[in-house]
């Protein structure tokens, strides 16, 4: 967290609803106040750590409500592999639904593989694209003539 003032002089003290907060280099919560620029460093904060944190220079207060989200997490795959038909010169979509675990930041890069090596999909985009729409990948196989 980062506050500013006029006062370049007097240093800024931290509290957590009311409770001052030790500054301890390479702990837990990190503070420093350097010409007027005051600082609060929170290392690998917890979600149980969102709170309302203060600060006061002189007098002057201010506060902030933190949230801490959780962590996106890699997406899990709903879908059993299975055989797949498809009659040339015809497009095809498969549907491969996942799930995001955490706070979805945006949607996930899909790579595709073939012989269990991934795909260059810049030259297969006439071939075969893959669309992310919600929580489904969809796998759509073009019509391609020669």
Known sequence: LHCE?????TPGVWTKNGKTITSMPGGKFETT?????????ISKIELSEGDTYEINVGGLEGSCVVTV????KKPVISWKPKKVAMEAGKPEVIKVPFSIKGTRRGDPKPVLLRDGKPVDMEKLKNLVEVVINGDVAEIKFKVCFS
């Open 33 to 41: 106040s350097r010409q007027g620029a005051h600082t609060l460093k």
């Open 5 to 9: 003032t006029k006062d370049t002089k």
């Open 69 to 72: 989200l959780e962590a996106e």
